[in-house]
Nanobody, 124 residues
């Protein structure tokens, strides 16, 4: 499956952004999806994941209550709505697909395919 992330940009603290991740190459509803991020000098970290139907989600504690992951299987797209952005949210955001082993993993190593990343910069 190929993934294409978009929607990043430069915003001020408190603003919102919505990231999109378009998938192709496989039946999208059979793919577990997630978002990760990597800040300069830091390891890639889990942000959110969503099950096949979109009814169940998990979030990192650092974004819980501010970010919302969703998916539209008809459009083969996963979204990450980011509200109340903080400077510490600055990172490259990656969407990821897990093709085997179920959904719900927070480990980057469990995901098989990755988008190219989209940069989010939050100024104070």
């Amino acid at each position: 499956v190929q993934l294409q992330a978009s929607g990043g940009g430069l915003v001020q603290a408190g603003d919102s952004l919505r990231l999109s991740c378009a998938a192709s190459g496989r039946t999208f509803s059979s793919i577990a999806a997630g978002w990760f991020r990597q800040a300069p000098g830091k390891e890639r970290e889990f942000v959110a994941t969503i099950n096949y139907s979109g009814m169940v989600t998990y979030y990192a504690d650092s974004v819980k209550g501010r970010f919302t992951i969703s998916r539209d299987n008809a459009k083969n797209t996963v979204y990450l709505q980011m509200n109340s952005l903080k400077p510490e949210d600055t990172a490259i955001y990656y969407c990821a697909a897990r093709l085997k082993g179920g959904w719900g993993s927070r480990a980057a190593a469990d995901y098989d395919n990755w988008g190219q990343g989209t940069l989010v910069t939050v100024s104070s």
